[in-house]
C-alpha cells in the first residue's frame, strides 16, 4: 500500500518511516506529535492551520500557551501540552549543544548562549555569565523575574555569586518581551551601578546584553560602558 492510499492521519508517520525524519515538513512533524487531527480535518490539516497562524515559526509557536493552543479546534489539553513539551525539548537539546567551557569574545558569542534562556519569554528575567580571566564561561544563573523595573536587582547576590565562582568578569543581561531594543533609564541605572561595584571588587562588568525574540541590543557594542 502506497502513502496516498494511508488516511492522512498516517500519512506522516508512514513517510518517516520510509523516507526518514529530514524527508519530513514542519506540519507532517507537527501532525506527528498531535497524532490525530479532529473530526472535520485531519491532524496534518490542523497542523498547517496552527503553523500557519504563527507565520510557520517555531518560535512563535513556542510562545503560545496552552489556553491558546487549545482554541484551536481538535487541539485539547492534551495535544497542546505534547506540542509545547516538543518544543521545550527542542529548546534544551539546544542549550546542552553550548560547550561546557564557552570560550565568550563578544557579543554574539555572549547572545548565543543567552537566547535560548530569555529570547521567548513573555516577563522579563535578570541573568548573569561569570567567567575567569580566560573569558571561559563558569557559571550562569538568574538572578530575577518580574523585569528591572519591578523587581530590583540585588548586586550584592551578583557579586557573591562571581567571587563564589571566583570569577573576574561578569556579562549580565536580561530580556525585551515587547521587542524594544532601546535601554529604559532603569537598564541604565542598574548597568552603571553594576559597572561601579565591580571596579572596587576588580570584577568587570564585560557587557550588558538585552534580548528580543530574535536580536539584541549590547551595552559594549554601542559604547555605553
Not at 54 to 77: C, I, P, T
Not at 120 to 127: G, I, K, S, V, Y
Amino acid at each position: 500500500m502506497t502513502i496516498k492510499f494511508l488516511a492522512e492521519d498516517d500519512r506522516p508517520r508512514e513517510k518517516f518511516l520510509l523516507k526518514g525524519k529530514s524527508s519530513l515538513s514542519d506540519s507532517e512533524l507537527l501532525a506527528i506529535i498531535m497524532g490525530s487531527g479532529s473530526k472535520d480535518e485531519s491532524a496534518l490539516e490542523l497542523a498547517r492551520k496552527i503553523l500557519a497562524s504563527v507565520n510557520n515559526s517555531w518560535h512563535q509557536l513556542s510562545l503560545l500557551s496552552n489556553k491558546e493552543l487549545m482554541k484551536f479546534k481538535g487541539v485539547g489539553e492534551v495535544k497542546a501540552v505534547s506540542i509545547i513539551a516538543a518544543l521545550e525539548i527542542g529548546k534544551r537539546r539546544t542549550v546542552q549543544e553550548i560547550p561546557e567551557k564557552a570560550v565568550i569574545s563578544n557579543s554574539d558569542d555572549a547572545y548565543f548562549i543567552l537566547k535560548n534562556k530569555l529570547s521567548d519569554l513573555r516577563t522579563e528575567e535578570f541573568w548573569a555569565i561569570f567567567l575567569n580571566q580566560s573569558n571561559k564561561v563558569i557559571h550562569i544563573s538568574q538572578l530575577t523575574q518580574g523585569g528591572i523595573s519591578q523587581s530590583i536587582v540585588d548586586v550584592r547576590i551578583l557579586f557573591k555569586t562571581a567571587l563564589d565562582h571566583f570569577s573576574t568578569g561578569i556579562i549580565i543581561a536580561h530580556n525585551h518581551p515587547s521587542g524594544s531594543l532601546k535601554p529604559s533609564k532603569e537598564d541604565i541605572s542598574i548597568t552603571k551601578k553594576i559597572h561601579e561595584a565591580g571596579k572596587t571588587l576588580s570584577i568587570q562588568l564585560l557587557d550588558h546584553i538585552i534580548v528580543t525574540q530574535d536580536t539584541y541590543f549590547s551595552f559594549s557594542d554601542e559604547g555605553l560602558l
